[in-house]
């Protein structure tokens, strides 16, 4: 067995498909030039057990597979409990370790330092354990696709092929975040479908074009006050595919599928467009909430995200824009997980002359991407930051970041004899420089 194994995961940018990865729908995603690295190491001690720290707060965390840890929900300890219990439970006891965790990604971002925690531990554990030599992983997980799948099921709690699942952090989610992190190529946005799960296409943002992410400084914790609202969503397309399934007598596993077997065509279609075709499923959804929620997943997988894939394949970046702000007002009329500070900074980037402007992520606080020239991003930066602060509500940890697509999560070798983790750690700061237990809303 290794005696030390070293991951940096990146953080991501969804850039269109709000919330239809768990709907089995379709995104565009890339990684960030910035994330959370794991390093672990073997340590004397009982299998299962683990030391864990983060310069983000004082002391050492001692964790056990089999023992419920006494911390707070949202605590980024539970985001590393999780891992032990599920990989210990699939493959086996893993051999003791001691994980030392750091991160560039601003806290509170939006862009998933969550999930690339708990990504990047659980490959770090993995090949400190030298799982992935073994058949009963690459049986399971072939591939890039594959392993950011069973991440997915890790956090969500749900079975991933013949990998049992076990109780997860706490939310509902999908895929995207860890394919983002793990199934892109440096440079690209990935085009993805989550049923079946796959990458269609990966495309380059348009040469002399960066993205400048304002981070709103609104905490959401998706494991902590927010969660009921983001597994609202969850909830609503699993009562509409359950009607649906038992109406129909079909088995589909997601909505997406539903909506295939409806078009009868390639999605990719113009016909997949006809919104005529769409409702036998809209019928089966009640006024209100499951009418909208449906509406959203329907609109922004079926039509918009294959418009903005269009567009961006083609370099029109006036079709982009214009896909781009009518799922920005499906987010805010017709998902509900918009909060006056993101609409703001929507608002504010579109007046400063963004080609297009999204929130992206969960929702309910997070960040919003503008897509800018790149020599002109560090003035806007500057500038979006300046006028959200100027209006009167921006929180004091607001900030600006410039990106282009990254490169996906990466094993990194370690310099002989020594362990330089670099970076400033990603898990969350009170405002007045008290570290805090809790890892940011970044779904």
């Not at 419920?68 to 051999?95: C, I, K, M, S």
């Amino acid at each position: 067995m290794s005696a030390t194994a070293r991951w940096t995961m990146p953080g991501r940018i969804e850039v269109l498909g709000k919330h239809t990865d768990y709907g089995g729908g379709r995104v565009l995603v890339c990684a960030v030039d910035r994330g959370v690295t794991v390093h672990a190491e073997r340590i004397d001690g009982p299998a299962g057990t683990l030391q864990a720290s983060t310069d983000a707060y004082p002391g050492m965390l001692r964790l056990a597979a089999g023992t419920a840890p006494d911390l707070p929900p949202g605590h980024w300890g539970r985001y590393v409990h999780t891992v032990v219990e599920r990989l210990g439970a699939n493959f086996g006891p893993l051999p003791a370790a001691r994980l030392t965790i750091t991160s560039d990604l601003p806290p509170a971002s939006g862009m998933s330092s969550s999930s690339a925690l708990l990504t990047g531990t659980a490959l770090a554990l993995a090949d400190l354990a030298d799982l992935p030599a073994t058949e009963a992983w690459t049986s399971q997980i072939p591939d890039r696709v594959a392993l950011a799948g069973y991440a997915a099921s890790i956090e969500n709690g749900k079975t991933f092929g013949a990998l049992a699942g076990r109780p997860g952090v706490g939310t509902s989610g999908g895929s995207l975040d860890h394919t983002g992190m793990l199934a892109g190529h440096d440079g690209m946005i990935s085009y993805a479908e989550f049923d079946p799960m796959q990458i269609l296409d990966q495309v380059a943002l348009p040469e002399g074009w960066s993205f400048v992410v304002a981070v709103s400084g609104v905490l959401a914790e998706k494991t902590g006050a927010a969660q009921a609202s983001y597994n609202r969503g969850p909830a609503l397309l699993g009562q509409i595919l359950e009607r649906w399934n038992r109406e129909t007598g079909r088995a589909d596993d997601s909505l997406q599928g539903a909506l295939r077997s409806l078009v009868r065509e390639d999605l990719e279609a113009p016909l997949a467009e006809d919104e005529t075709r769409w409702e036998p499923l809209r019928r089966l959804a009640a006024e209100g909430a499951e009418r909208d929620r449906l509406d959203q997943f329907l609109l922004e997988s079926a039509v918009l995200v294959p418009r903005a894939h269009r567009a961006l394949r083609g370099g029109d970046l006036d079709a982009l824009a214009a896909a781009v702000d009518a799922s920005q007002r499906l987010a805010e009329t017709h998902l509900g997980n918009q909060v006056p500070e993101t609409i703001a900074l929507v608002r504010h980037a579109t007046a400063l002359g963004a080609r297009a402007a999204s929130s992206f992520g969960a929702g309910f606080g997070g960040s919003v991407w503008a897509l800018v020239p790149t020599p002109d991003a560090d003035a806007f930066a500057a500038d979006w930051i300046d006028r959200y602060r100027a209006a009167g509500t921006a929180p004091s940890v607001a900030s600006a970041l410039v990106t282009r697509p990254g490169a996906p999560g990466r094993r990194v070798e370690p310099v002989a004899g020594r362990v330089d983790l670099g970076g400033t750690s990603g898990l969350s700061r009170a405002p007045d420089g008290v570290p805090t237990q809790r890892l940011p809303n970044d779904e």
